[in-house]
């Protein structure tokens, strides 16, 4: 096994001073009393259709994540699951045995919806699908690819739910013929002076350039309700074919894509008051957090997972068990 460098020891020591011991007691022993709760089915004519990826360091995270948002969505969910190509065989059936009617597409299938589908409106796309180049990427068009209704919940496996997300499942429910992309957690603005803002695989100043478009600075795909009709392969194949590529990025490729289609169509925001995703203190308001990044990831453990505990999250699990 590979030895952690210098600045990783560092790292972990100052998350240990801010957080305490217990981050390492949740971290490395209480986060798998998930794998020790009750299944909850999955329901295919559910109104919220929940798409996930996993990777193999985040997969356990990903049961908190939807198991948290089972225990405040009483109608329950539809789920489709993507693994990354590092995820170890036997996830799968953990993950088939947790959420009953899981649907775990096969990634011959989806090669062929992609051969068939995608690569005649955005070859690029397409390619740097089978490339495996982004896997949030990936997520995009699988989710793209298997999306049964029109609207859909998109969503990472580092967010908690705390409260019934009454706002998100409101937006489930087509209203009206509005052409945005969707509702979508929105971030802290960073400086207006900085150039570049970090958050996106493409340069702003390209982008608004070629094509009068600005990125907008505050959003976040870790948590979005996306309306299906606002994804434009064509356009998104085109703007990445001309502009280049930032290296080092390769997991804000899914950002990168849904800004643009919010640049151009419009978007809306998730309040912050309930929806965090940068530091802030969790209150009784809040419904959700998106622990994003490397240094909020510490407070996922030392954090949300204790409080969804205290909230009664296993209790209410066995409520829903068939």
Same mark, same amino acid.
């Given at each position: 096994?590979?030895?952690?460098? *210098?600045?990783? *020891?560092?790292?972990?020591?100052?998350?240990?001073?801010?957080? /305490?011991?217990?981050?390492? =007691?949740?971290?490395? *022993?209480?986060?798998?009393?998930?794998?020790?709760? +009750?299944?909850?089915?999955?329901?295919?004519?559910?109104?919220?259709?929940?798409?996930?990826?996993?990777?193999?360091?985040?997969?356990?995270?990903? #049961?908190?994540?939807?198991?948290?948002?089972?225990?405040?969505?009483?109608?329950?969910? !539809?789920?489709?699951?993507?693994?990354?190509?590092?995820?170890p065989?036997?996830?799968?059936?953990?993950?088939?045995? %947790?959420?009953?009617? $899981?649907?775990?597409?096969?990634?011959?299938?989806?090669?062929?919806? =992609?051969?068939?589908?995608?690569?005649? #409106? +955005?070859?690029?796309i397409?390619?740097l699908?089978?490339?495996?180049?982004?896997?949030?990427?990936?997520?995009?068009?699988?989710?793209?690819?298997?999306?049964?209704?029109?609207?859909?919940?998109?969503?990472?496996?580092? =967010?908690?739910?705390?409260?019934?997300?009454?706002?998100?499942? &409101?937006d489930?429910?087509?209203? @009206?013929? @509005?052409?945005?992309?969707?509702?979508?957690?929105?971030?802290?603005?960073?400086p207006?002076s900085?150039?570049? !803002?970090?958050?996106?695989?493409?340069?702003? +100043?390209?982008?608004?350039?070629?094509? %009068?478009?600005?990125?907008?600075?505050?959003?976040?795909?870790?948590?979005? #309700?996306?309306?299906?009709?606002? $994804?434009?392969?064509?356009?998104?194949?085109?703007?990445l074919?001309?502009?280049?590529? #930032?290296?080092?990025?390769?997991?804000?490729?899914?950002?990168?894509?849904?800004?643009?289609?919010? +640049?151009?169509? @419009?978007?809306?925001?998730?309040?912050?008051?309930?929806?965090?995703?940068?530091? /802030?203190? $969790?209150?009784?308001?809040?419904? &959700?957090?998106?622990?994003?990044?490397?240094?909020?990831?510490?407070?996922?453990?030392?954090?949300g997972?204790?409080?969804?505990?205290?909230?009664?999250?296993?209790?209410?699990?066995?409520?829903?068990?068939?």
């Amino acid at each position: 096994m590979k030895k952690p460098s *210098l600045p990783v *020891l560092k790292k972990a020591y100052r998350q240990v001073r801010q957080h /305490g011991v217990s981050l390492l =007691v949740e971290q490395l *022993l209480r986060r798998k009393e998930i794998l020790s709760s +009750a299944p909850v089915r999955c329901h295919p004519n559910a109104r919220l259709e929940v798409h996930m990826q996993v990777c193999h360091r985040d997969w356990l995270n990903a #049961i908190w994540t939807l198991k948290s948002l089972r225990a405040q969505c009483t109608d329950g969910f !539809s789920l489709f699951l993507y693994l990354d190509v590092n995820v170890p065989p036997p996830v799968r059936m953990i993950f088939e045995t %947790h959420f009953p009617e $899981i649907q775990v597409p096969q990634p011959d299938w989806l090669e062929e919806q =992609v051969r068939l589908r995608l690569a005649p #409106i +955005a070859p690029l796309i397409a390619t740097l699908w089978r490339t495996q180049h982004s896997p949030t990427l990936n997520k995009m068009v699988n989710a793209w690819i298997c999306a049964q209704k029109e609207r859909l919940l998109y969503l990472d496996p580092d =967010v908690l739910f705390f409260a019934p997300p009454g706002e998100l499942l &409101a937006d489930v429910q087509p209203v @009206g013929s @509005g052409n945005s992309l969707g509702l979508f957690n929105a971030t802290r603005l960073p400086p207006a002076s900085l150039t570049d !803002s970090g958050a996106f695989c493409v340069s702003e +100043a390209e982008v608004q350039q070629n094509y %009068h478009l600005t990125l907008p600075r505050d959003f976040n795909a870790g948590i979005g #309700i996306i309306h299906r009709k606002a $994804i434009d392969w064509p356009f998104i194949d085109e703007v990445l074919s001309k502009l280049r590529w #930032i290296p080092d990025r390769k997991l804000l490729w899914d950002q990168t894509c849904l800004g643009l289609l919010a +640049a151009r169509s @419009g978007w809306n925001r998730l309040d912050q008051k309930y929806y965090l995703v940068d530091d /802030g203190a $969790i209150n009784s308001k809040t419904v &959700a957090a998106h622990y994003f990044g490397r240094d909020r990831r510490a407070a996922f453990y030392a954090e949300g997972i204790p409080l969804v505990r205290r909230l009664g999250l296993f209790a209410k699990l066995k409520a829903f068990r068939p």
